[in-house]
């Protein structure tokens, strides 16, 4: 079998990725939106992410992507204050700034690595179907 280059595998883990942190908390295939609270399907649902994706050592980190609905996370560019104010309530003072700190960091991901991650999360999303 052909390996899948770098750029397809990022796309690949994004993909499954975002579909474990839609389904995580999700009851009955019901998912809140991590800053105003709207509920939906969980596939009506987006990954929003507190630090951009740009920052690959924040990309898939499962404290900074939480569910949310398009309107906060597109039109309301991610709702970031409100996303840091709730990262706080839900892990502790200081979760967000932590996270803007690692998202300073560089981080390079291998081949491997990012094979392991995908395996990992479609493990955990088999688990939770």
Do not use: P
């Amino acid at each position: 079998m052909k390996k899948l280059s770098r750029s397809k595998l990022i796309k690949k883990l994004d993909t499954v990725f975002s579909l474990y942190i839609r389904q995580r908390f999700a009851k009955n295939e019901i998912a809140q939106c991590f800053t105003c609270g709207k509920k939906d399907h969980y596939k009506k649902l987006q990954c929003g992410h507190f630090q951009s994706r740009k920052h690959y050592s924040t990309r898939w980190d499962e404290i900074n992507c939480q569910v949310q609905c398009s309107g906060c996370n597109v039109f309301k560019y991610g709702e970031q204050f409100l996303f840091s104010i709730n990262l706080n309530k839900k892990y502790g003072d200081g979760c967000a700034e932590s996270l803007y700190q690692k998202s300073k960091q560089t981080v390079k991901y291998s081949i491997t690595d990012l094979e392991d991650l995908i395996n990992k999360y479609n493990s955990l999303i088999n688990d939770l179907n």
